[in-house]
Protein backbone atom coordinates (compact mmCIF):
# COMPACT_ATOMS: atom_id res chain seq x y z
CA UNK A 1 0.00 0.00 0.00
CA UNK A 2 2.64 2.71 1.58
CA UNK A 3 4.55 1.26 -2.25
CA UNK A 4 1.40 1.95 -3.91
CA UNK A 5 1.24 5.61 -2.86
CA UNK A 6 4.86 6.31 -3.25
CA UNK A 7 4.63 5.20 -6.95
CA UNK A 8 1.51 7.14 -7.28
CA UNK A 9 3.85 10.09 -5.94
CA UNK A 10 6.73 9.49 -7.90
CA UNK A 11 4.48 9.56 -10.90
CA UNK A 12 2.94 12.40 -10.17
CA UNK A 13 6.01 14.92 -9.72
CA UNK A 14 7.70 12.97 -13.03
CA UNK A 15 4.82 14.35 -14.82
CA UNK A 16 5.86 17.70 -16.56
CA UNK A 17 4.14 20.33 -15.51
CA UNK A 18 2.64 22.25 -18.07
CA UNK A 19 2.64 26.21 -17.37
CA UNK A 20 -1.09 27.24 -17.68
CA UNK A 21 -1.63 30.60 -19.85
CA UNK A 22 -4.55 31.33 -17.35
CA UNK A 23 -4.18 31.60 -13.17
CA UNK A 24 -6.69 28.50 -12.34
CA UNK A 25 -7.47 27.30 -16.04
CA UNK A 26 -6.42 23.48 -15.33
CA UNK A 27 -8.25 23.00 -12.79
CA UNK A 28 -11.58 24.69 -14.56
CA UNK A 29 -10.80 22.35 -17.26
CA UNK A 30 -10.45 19.89 -14.71
CA UNK A 31 -14.23 20.49 -13.37
CA UNK A 32 -15.50 20.15 -16.77
CA UNK A 33 -14.17 17.85 -18.53
CA UNK A 34 -13.50 15.04 -15.42
CA UNK A 35 -11.49 12.28 -16.73
CA UNK A 36 -12.50 12.85 -20.51
CA UNK A 37 -9.35 14.10 -22.31
CA UNK A 38 -10.66 14.62 -25.62
CA UNK A 39 -12.88 17.91 -23.92
CA UNK A 40 -9.87 18.57 -22.21
CA UNK A 41 -7.85 19.27 -24.95
CA UNK A 42 -10.65 20.98 -26.85
CA UNK A 43 -10.81 23.03 -23.54
CA UNK A 44 -7.10 24.27 -22.97
CA UNK A 45 -7.15 24.85 -26.82
CA UNK A 46 -9.95 27.35 -26.51
CA UNK A 47 -8.50 28.67 -23.49
CA UNK A 48 -4.80 29.12 -24.55
CA UNK A 49 -6.51 31.09 -27.29
CA UNK A 50 -8.17 33.66 -24.79
CA UNK A 51 -6.21 36.75 -23.74
CA UNK A 52 -6.69 38.44 -20.44
CA UNK A 53 -7.76 41.84 -21.41
CA UNK A 54 -6.96 44.82 -18.69
CA UNK A 55 -9.83 47.14 -20.72
CA UNK A 56 -12.45 44.75 -19.43
CA UNK A 57 -11.29 45.12 -16.02
CA UNK A 58 -11.49 48.78 -16.22
CA UNK A 59 -14.93 49.13 -18.04
CA UNK A 60 -16.23 46.52 -14.63
CA UNK A 61 -14.90 49.09 -12.07
CA UNK A 62 -16.78 52.34 -13.45
CA UNK A 63 -20.28 51.55 -13.91
CA UNK A 64 -23.32 53.15 -15.04
CA UNK A 65 -25.30 52.69 -12.06
CA UNK A 66 -23.04 54.56 -10.02
CA UNK A 67 -24.41 58.14 -10.81
CA UNK A 68 -27.47 59.28 -9.42
CA UNK A 69 -30.77 58.81 -10.95
CA UNK A 70 -30.54 62.31 -12.45
CA UNK A 71 -27.35 61.97 -14.54
CA UNK A 72 -28.81 57.87 -15.63
CA UNK A 73 -31.84 58.65 -16.40
CA UNK A 74 -30.40 60.65 -19.46
CA UNK A 75 -28.20 58.43 -20.77
CA UNK A 76 -31.55 56.47 -21.96
CA UNK A 77 -34.54 58.78 -22.13
CA UNK A 78 -32.96 60.32 -25.02
CA UNK A 79 -35.33 61.78 -28.01
CA UNK A 80 -32.95 58.93 -30.26
CA UNK A 81 -33.53 56.13 -28.36
CA UNK A 82 -37.57 56.87 -27.82
CA UNK A 83 -37.68 57.26 -31.81
CA UNK A 84 -36.18 54.72 -32.66
CA UNK A 85 -37.95 52.19 -29.78
CA UNK A 86 -41.07 53.14 -31.30
CA UNK A 87 -39.64 52.16 -34.97
CA UNK A 88 -38.54 49.03 -34.04
CA UNK A 89 -41.86 48.46 -31.93
CA UNK A 90 -43.91 49.29 -34.66
CA UNK A 91 -41.62 46.68 -36.94
CA UNK A 92 -42.11 43.83 -34.62
CA UNK A 93 -45.36 44.58 -33.54
CA UNK A 94 -47.43 41.55 -35.00
CA UNK A 95 -44.43 39.45 -32.80
CA UNK A 96 -44.54 41.32 -30.03
CA UNK A 97 -48.41 41.44 -29.21
CA UNK A 98 -48.01 37.02 -30.09
CA UNK A 99 -45.37 37.73 -27.30
CA UNK A 100 -48.03 39.29 -24.85
CA UNK A 101 -50.40 36.85 -25.39
CA UNK A 102 -47.59 34.21 -24.57
CA UNK A 103 -45.90 35.26 -22.05
CA UNK A 104 -47.91 37.97 -20.48
CA UNK A 105 -45.30 40.78 -20.82
CA UNK A 106 -46.07 44.16 -23.13
CA UNK A 107 -43.89 44.53 -25.66
CA UNK A 108 -42.79 47.94 -25.08
CA UNK A 109 -40.75 46.43 -21.82
CA UNK A 110 -39.07 43.71 -24.14
CA UNK A 111 -38.07 46.32 -26.85
CA UNK A 112 -37.17 48.72 -24.07
CA UNK A 113 -35.02 46.18 -22.58
CA UNK A 114 -32.98 45.94 -25.84
CA UNK A 115 -32.91 49.20 -26.10
CA UNK A 116 -31.25 49.76 -23.08
CA UNK A 117 -28.84 46.82 -23.35
CA UNK A 118 -28.20 47.30 -27.14
CA UNK A 119 -29.91 50.46 -29.07
CA UNK A 120 -32.31 48.10 -30.57
CA UNK A 121 -28.89 45.58 -31.31
CA UNK A 122 -27.00 47.99 -32.66
CA UNK A 123 -24.12 47.65 -30.24
CA UNK A 124 -24.26 44.31 -28.85
CA UNK A 125 -20.73 44.22 -27.99
CA UNK A 126 -17.39 44.25 -29.61
CA UNK A 127 -15.05 41.73 -26.92
CA UNK A 128 -14.90 38.71 -27.44
CA UNK A 129 -16.76 36.68 -24.85
CA UNK A 130 -14.59 34.24 -24.31
CA UNK A 131 -11.51 37.02 -23.41
CA UNK A 132 -14.35 38.94 -21.16
CA UNK A 133 -15.43 35.64 -19.20
CA UNK A 134 -11.81 34.35 -19.04
CA UNK A 135 -10.22 38.08 -17.60
CA UNK A 136 -13.63 38.10 -15.35
CA UNK A 137 -13.58 34.80 -13.94
CA UNK A 138 -9.61 33.94 -13.13
CA UNK A 139 -8.43 37.62 -13.15
CA UNK A 140 -10.77 39.42 -11.11
CA UNK A 141 -11.65 38.22 -7.45
CA UNK A 142 -14.88 40.95 -6.86
CA UNK A 143 -16.57 39.04 -8.77
CA UNK A 144 -14.82 35.73 -9.36
CA UNK A 145 -17.11 33.32 -8.23
CA UNK A 146 -20.05 34.64 -10.17
CA UNK A 147 -18.01 35.09 -13.95
CA UNK A 148 -16.27 31.81 -13.16
CA UNK A 149 -19.38 30.08 -13.19
CA UNK A 150 -20.55 32.24 -16.41
CA UNK A 151 -17.19 30.83 -18.19
CA UNK A 152 -17.84 27.48 -17.05
CA UNK A 153 -21.72 27.68 -18.66
CA UNK A 154 -20.51 29.28 -21.80
CA UNK A 155 -17.59 26.20 -22.44
CA UNK A 156 -20.70 24.34 -21.47
CA UNK A 157 -23.10 26.00 -24.51
CA UNK A 158 -22.88 24.50 -27.56
CA UNK A 159 -22.83 21.14 -25.78
CA UNK A 160 -26.36 21.57 -24.06
CA UNK A 161 -28.67 23.12 -26.31
CA UNK A 162 -29.63 24.34 -29.96
CA UNK A 163 -27.12 26.88 -29.65
CA UNK A 164 -24.22 26.51 -33.02
CA UNK A 165 -21.53 28.98 -31.41
CA UNK A 166 -18.11 29.72 -32.44
CA UNK A 167 -16.75 29.98 -28.69
CA UNK A 168 -13.69 31.55 -29.77
CA UNK A 169 -14.98 34.17 -31.65
CA UNK A 170 -18.42 35.20 -30.72
CA UNK A 171 -18.76 38.57 -29.54
CA UNK A 172 -20.92 40.23 -26.71
CA UNK A 173 -20.11 43.03 -23.94
CA UNK A 174 -17.09 43.76 -21.56
CA UNK A 175 -18.90 41.45 -19.55
CA UNK A 176 -19.92 38.49 -21.87
CA UNK A 177 -23.40 38.99 -22.53
CA UNK A 178 -24.39 38.36 -26.05
CA UNK A 179 -27.14 39.23 -28.43
CA UNK A 180 -29.79 41.67 -28.57
CA UNK A 181 -30.93 41.20 -24.78
CA UNK A 182 -27.29 40.79 -24.02
CA UNK A 183 -27.93 37.09 -22.22
CA UNK A 184 -25.32 35.88 -20.37
CA UNK A 185 -24.11 32.20 -20.92
CA UNK A 186 -26.68 30.60 -17.72
CA UNK A 187 -29.34 33.07 -18.97
CA UNK A 188 -28.44 31.60 -22.29
CA UNK A 189 -29.00 27.36 -21.27
CA UNK A 190 -32.55 28.54 -19.34
CA UNK A 191 -34.15 31.54 -20.67
CA UNK A 192 -33.53 31.97 -24.40
CA UNK A 193 -36.23 29.85 -26.48
CA UNK A 194 -35.77 28.90 -30.18
CA UNK A 195 -38.87 30.51 -31.23
CA UNK A 196 -38.99 30.49 -35.10
CA UNK A 197 -38.22 26.55 -34.70
CA UNK A 198 -35.14 26.62 -37.28
CA UNK A 199 -33.75 24.58 -34.30
CA UNK A 200 -31.13 26.29 -33.46
CA UNK A 201 -31.43 29.71 -30.74
CA UNK A 202 -29.91 32.87 -32.35
CA UNK A 203 -29.70 35.89 -29.92
CA UNK A 204 -27.89 37.73 -32.70
CA UNK A 205 -30.14 37.43 -36.02
CA UNK A 206 -33.33 35.97 -35.36
CA UNK A 207 -35.37 39.13 -33.55
CA UNK A 208 -38.04 36.35 -32.84
CA UNK A 209 -35.57 33.83 -31.11
CA UNK A 210 -33.97 37.52 -29.59
CA UNK A 211 -36.92 38.90 -28.25
CA UNK A 212 -38.94 36.20 -27.42
CA UNK A 213 -36.06 35.10 -24.99
CA UNK A 214 -36.23 38.68 -23.70
CA UNK A 215 -39.99 37.89 -22.56
CA UNK A 216 -39.61 34.57 -21.77
CA UNK A 217 -36.79 35.62 -19.00
CA UNK A 218 -39.51 38.44 -17.67
CA UNK A 219 -42.09 35.50 -17.06
CA UNK A 220 -39.68 32.97 -15.85
CA UNK A 221 -38.67 35.20 -13.08
CA UNK A 222 -42.29 36.32 -12.03
CA UNK A 223 -43.83 38.70 -14.01
CA UNK A 224 -47.21 39.38 -13.46
CA UNK A 225 -49.25 39.68 -16.26
CA UNK A 226 -51.52 42.82 -16.52
CA UNK A 227 -49.85 43.93 -12.86
CA UNK A 228 -48.03 47.60 -12.19
CA UNK A 229 -45.05 48.11 -12.39
CA UNK A 230 -44.39 51.62 -10.92
CA UNK A 231 -46.35 54.58 -9.73
CA UNK A 232 -45.42 57.81 -8.77
CA UNK A 233 -45.62 58.76 -4.95
CA UNK A 234 -46.06 62.26 -3.18
CA UNK A 235 -44.46 62.73 0.36
CA UNK A 236 -46.96 64.56 2.39
CA UNK A 237 -45.44 66.91 5.06
CA UNK A 238 -44.36 64.83 8.13
CA UNK A 239 -43.93 61.69 5.55
CA UNK A 240 -41.98 59.40 7.49
CA UNK A 241 -38.21 59.23 6.75
CA UNK A 242 -37.14 55.70 6.05
CA UNK A 243 -33.75 53.80 5.05
CA UNK A 244 -33.68 51.46 1.69
CA UNK A 245 -36.28 48.93 1.92
CA UNK A 246 -35.15 46.93 -0.78
CA UNK A 247 -36.59 46.23 -3.48
CA UNK A 248 -39.10 43.29 -2.65
CA UNK A 249 -42.86 44.50 -2.73
CA UNK A 250 -43.62 43.15 0.88
CA UNK A 251 -45.58 45.95 1.92
CA UNK A 252 -49.18 46.40 0.87
CA UNK A 253 -49.64 50.05 -0.84
CA UNK A 254 -51.95 50.97 2.63
CA UNK A 255 -48.54 51.08 4.58
CA UNK A 256 -46.82 53.31 2.24
CA UNK A 257 -50.01 55.65 2.30
CA UNK A 258 -50.46 55.07 6.18
CA UNK A 259 -46.04 56.39 6.28
CA UNK A 260 -47.23 59.80 4.29
CA UNK A 261 -46.66 58.95 0.50
CA UNK A 262 -49.56 59.54 -1.61
CA UNK A 263 -50.25 57.49 -4.88
CA UNK A 264 -51.74 59.99 -7.56
CA UNK A 265 -55.30 60.86 -6.96
CA UNK A 266 -57.33 58.72 -9.16
CA UNK A 267 -55.10 55.33 -9.35
CA UNK A 268 -56.76 52.50 -9.92
CA UNK A 269 -54.29 50.60 -7.25
CA UNK A 270 -55.61 48.50 -4.56
CA UNK A 271 -55.09 49.18 -1.12
CA UNK A 272 -53.56 45.93 -0.62
CA UNK A 273 -51.32 45.94 -3.66
CA UNK A 274 -47.88 44.59 -2.67
CA UNK A 275 -45.58 47.27 -2.71
CA UNK A 276 -42.20 48.47 -1.87
CA UNK A 277 -41.01 52.31 -1.51
CA UNK A 278 -38.37 54.37 -3.75
CA UNK A 279 -36.63 56.93 -3.56
CA UNK A 280 -35.02 57.99 -6.37
CA UNK A 281 -32.28 61.54 -6.45
CA UNK A 282 -34.43 63.17 -9.32
CA UNK A 283 -32.57 66.22 -8.99
CA UNK A 284 -29.02 67.23 -6.79
CA UNK A 285 -30.64 67.28 -3.02
CA UNK A 286 -33.91 66.15 -4.29
CA UNK A 287 -35.55 63.04 -3.96
CA UNK A 288 -38.65 61.80 -5.94
CA UNK A 289 -40.80 58.91 -4.80
CA UNK A 290 -42.05 55.86 -6.49
CA UNK A 291 -44.30 52.71 -5.76
CA UNK A 292 -42.32 49.82 -6.82
CA UNK A 293 -44.42 46.68 -7.42
CA UNK A 294 -43.74 42.96 -8.39
CA UNK A 295 -42.87 43.52 -11.94
CA UNK A 296 -40.19 46.49 -11.19
CA UNK A 297 -38.34 43.40 -9.22
CA UNK A 298 -38.64 41.21 -12.02
CA UNK A 299 -37.10 43.94 -14.17
CA UNK A 300 -34.00 43.83 -11.69
CA UNK A 301 -33.57 40.37 -12.09
CA UNK A 302 -32.25 41.51 -15.63
CA UNK A 303 -29.86 43.72 -13.82
CA UNK A 304 -29.95 44.35 -10.24
CA UNK A 305 -30.02 48.21 -10.12
CA UNK A 306 -33.02 50.13 -9.15
CA UNK A 307 -31.86 53.16 -11.68
CA UNK A 308 -31.96 50.46 -14.55
CA UNK A 309 -35.33 49.28 -13.57
CA UNK A 310 -36.54 52.63 -13.62
CA UNK A 311 -35.07 53.76 -16.74
CA UNK A 312 -36.38 50.53 -18.53
CA UNK A 313 -39.77 51.34 -16.91
CA UNK A 314 -39.96 54.88 -18.59
CA UNK A 315 -38.33 54.17 -21.84
CA UNK A 316 -40.89 51.56 -22.01
CA UNK A 317 -43.93 53.62 -21.57
CA UNK A 318 -41.96 56.61 -23.67
CA UNK A 319 -40.97 53.89 -26.73
CA UNK A 320 -45.33 52.77 -26.55
CA UNK A 321 -46.71 56.37 -26.30
CA UNK A 322 -44.68 57.49 -29.60
CA UNK A 323 -45.23 54.37 -31.43
CA UNK A 324 -49.00 54.45 -31.15
CA UNK A 325 -48.23 58.34 -32.07
CA UNK A 326 -46.76 57.08 -35.07
CA UNK A 327 -48.81 54.28 -36.28
CA UNK A 328 -51.86 56.73 -35.96
CA UNK A 329 -53.18 57.29 -39.70
CA1 LIG B 1 -34.32 29.93 -33.96
Given at each position: MRRLTALALALVLAAPVAAEKHPGMEALIAEIAGSDQARAAELRALLNGAEKRQGIIDAM????????WHAYRPIFLTEDRINQGADFYNKHRVLLERFETRY????EYVVSIVGVETFYGRI?????VIDALTTLG??????QPYFRGELKQFLELPRQRQVTLDLASVKGSYAGAMGLGQFMPTSYLKWAV??????RIDLWESPEDALASVANYLKEHGWVAGGPVTAPLTATPGARRLRD?????????SQLVEWGYQPPA??????EQAANLLAL????EHLAYHAIFANFRVITRYNRSPLYAMAVHELAQAIKARAEGRSAP
Amino acid sequence: MRRLTALALALVLAAPVAAEKHPGMEALIAEIAGSDQARAAELRALLNGAEKRQGIIDAMTRPAEAKPWHAYRPIFLTEDRINQGADFYNKHRVLLERFETRYGVPGEYVVSIVGVETFYGRIMGSWKVIDALTTLGLYYPPRQPYFRGELKQFLELPRQRQVTLDLASVKGSYAGAMGLGQFMPTSYLKWAVDEDANGRIDLWESPEDALASVANYLKEHGWVAGGPVTAPLTATPGARRLRDTGLDPVFPLSQLVEWGYQPPAGATLSPEQAANLLALEDAPEHLAYHAIFANFRVITRYNRSPLYAMAVHELAQAIKARAEGRSAP
